[in-house]
Each structure stands twice: as structure tokens, then as C-alpha cells.
């Protein structure tokens, strides 16, 4: 099973920030948060991903909790473009079997124009 | 990133036959996964690919029904057999780069009538 909780479905403005919220309360130390979204009809996109401290590159910023249950995946301007289901994912890293992804069942984000 | 193509991108077969989906990579990786993104759903991991070794199998997915090959570090097959209407998904393959990161190829989608 997935070991993270998302909402169904969101929508946002365009040019507005696009703020997605994940629950992870079960992670472990050794797991990072990541980030993938899927386009319609094309394979995951990787996003960014975090241990423990915020990240932030070109397409978005990663603000991950103290306690580490809990992430937020910004978009600081969101297009139209950008709408996706949208998964968080907790993974270990290292090329071991940890390192595998299991997929829930994302947030559907919605661009308005 | 790595750039991940996959042969055929879709195909439609009859039921009680087989199908081979290519994966090939423009580089050399470790890890290789196989995953079933059925109608309307998530993403499912089937199987983890290293080459060199058997894949291992997530639980629901057998070897008999879906073989893989993995014969060098930037190449994999995975082959549908004895499909059904059931069969019909979208079959990614993904690769893991640094040991932290998947990217995804474009998908292959396959209708079983």
C-alpha cells in the first residue's frame, strides 16, 4: 500500500501559486519525499524530491515539515500546463529494493484560466 | 535525466496472444522497473529488473505471464502473454539514476479485444 495520503482533486488560478499537501506520518528515516506528476496520456514526470530540508528547483519547491509527516509541493505560478495528477511518493534511496516506487492515487490538479 | 523509449508506443491484439514491449535506455543503469497503469487507475509496479539476476515480482504478478528479459545495462523486454481484455493497461518501464531517482518512459498502450 501507499504510504501517503492525498486529496482527490484540486484546482487553482492561473499565475496563482498551486499549493498540493501530502501526509506521510509513517516515514521512516532513511525514506525521501518525492514528487512525479502525470500528463494525460504520458509516461510520470519527475518533480523534486527531499529528506528533511526544504528543496527547490525550476519547476517547483518542496517544503517538508520538521517532523517530517507532512510535505507541500508548490508551483509558484501555476499554467495551464501544469495540470497533471500529481503523486507524492516516500522512498528509500540506494540501489536496493527500497528504492522501488509505489504509487497512490495522486491528486488531480486543475488549472482555471 | 535519462532519455527512456519504448517499442511498440501502442498496439492492439487479439486475445490468447503475446506481446513483447521494448524498453531501451541512453545510458547505463542498475535498476529497471515494469509497471501496469490500468484504465482510470494508478500506476502498478510489477516487477524490478537487474540485470544479470531474475526480476523480482510484486505480489499479483507472475513470471509465467510476464517474463523479462534484462541482457545488458541499458535494454529490457517485458512480454504479455496469453493476454485478456483484463490485460489491456499502459506498460511503463522506469529506470533509477544515482540510485535516487526514477524517470519514466513514454508508456505503451495496449487494447486486448
Known amino acids: 500500500d501507499a504510504k501517503t495520503t492525498q486529496p482527490t482533486s484540486m484546482d487553482c488560478a492561473e499565475g496563482r501559486a498551486a499549493n498540493l499537501p501530502c501526509n506521510h506520518s509513517?516515514?521512516?528515516?532513511?525514506?525521501?519525499v518525492y514528487w512525479y506528476r502525470q500528463i494525460h496520456s504520458q509516461g510520470p514526470q519527475y518533480i523534486i524530491h527531499?529528506?528533511?530540508n526544504n528543496e527547490t528547483n525550476e519547476m517547483a519547491s518542496l517544503i517538508i515539515t520538521e517532523d517530517r509527516k507532512s510535505s507541500t509541493l508548490i508551483l509558484p505560478h501555476a499554467t495551464l500546463r501544469d495540470t497533471a495528477v500529481y503523486y507524492c511518493?516516500?522512498?528509500?534511496?540506494?540501489?536496493?529494493?527500497?528504492?522501488?516506487?509505489?504509487f497512490g492515487s495522486g491528486t488531480r490538479l486543475s488549472i482555471r484560466p | 535525466s535519462a532519455v527512456i523509449s519504448q517499442k511498440p508506443s501502442r498496439d492492439i491484439c487479439q486475445r490468447g496472444t503475446s506481446l513483447t514491449i521494448q524498453c531501451q535506455v541512453d545510458?547505463?543503469?542498475?535498476?529497471m522497473f515494469w509497471y501496469r497503469q490500468q484504465p482510470g487507475q494508478s500506476l502498478t509496479l510489477i516487477a524490478t529488473?537487474?540485470?544479470?539476476?531474475?526480476?523480482?515480482?510484486e505480489s499479483g504478478f507472475v513470471i509465467d505471464k510476464f517474463p523479462i528479459s534484462r541482457p545488458n545495462l541499458t535494454f529490457s523486454t517485458l512480454t504479455v502473454s496469453n493476454m485478456s481484455p483484463e490485460d489491456s493497461s499502459i506498460y511503463l518501464c522506469?529506470?533509477?539514476?544515482?540510485?535516487?531517482?526514477?524517470?519514466f518512459g513514454p508508456g505503451t498502450r495496449l487494447l486486448v479485444l
Open positions: 509513517t516515514i521512516s528515516g532513511n525514506e525521501y
Open positions: 545510458s547505463q543503469v542498475t535498476m
Open positions: 522506469s529506470v533509477a539514476l544515482g540510485g535516487e531517482t526514477q524517470y
Open positions: 529488473a537487474n540485470q544479470g539476476s531474475e526480476a523480482t515480482y
Open positions: 511518493i516516500v522512498s528509500g534511496a540506494g540501489y536496493s529494493s527500497a528504492s522501488k516506487i509505489i
Open positions: 527531499g529528506l528533511k
